[in-house]
């Protein structure tokens, strides 16, 4: 796998392509330094939001050459154990995003996101706002 990888996820890839200024320095950094890590479902959440024309075309460049994981059988298993495990303790993920944190557990890598709620996630390494 990607050394140093990070998924990038949603919400931080939203704010990159509308041009935020923090957002767009750091994952400029992590395409120039081919550190990107991207998986389905997260590219289906952007063609989702798309809203203008031109948008899919960008969104198409920006996946070009980037790295991509997908997620296996097993690890939709160990999905499911995380998301019973997180429930049992009053923790409600959307599936999408359990899914994206264990993926980054099991691929020892970091998650880039916006999104407070996976900071609820055992163990999860988070990339630095």
Known sequence: MIKDGVIVDTSVLIDFLKGTEKAAKEVTKL???????LTGIIIAELMQGIRKAGEEERIADLLTGVNILEISTPLWIEVGRLS???S?????LPL???AIAEL????????Y?????FTQVPNLKLYPL
């Open 113 to 117: 996101t916006f999104d407070k709620h």
């Open 84 to 86: 019973s495990s997180l």
């Open 31 to 37: 395409f120039q330094t081919n550190r990107v890590v």
């Open 96 to 98: 999408t995003d359990t």
């Open 104 to 111: 980054a557990l099991e691929n020892n890598l970091t998650l």
């Open 88 to 92: 049992r303790k009053g923790i409600n």
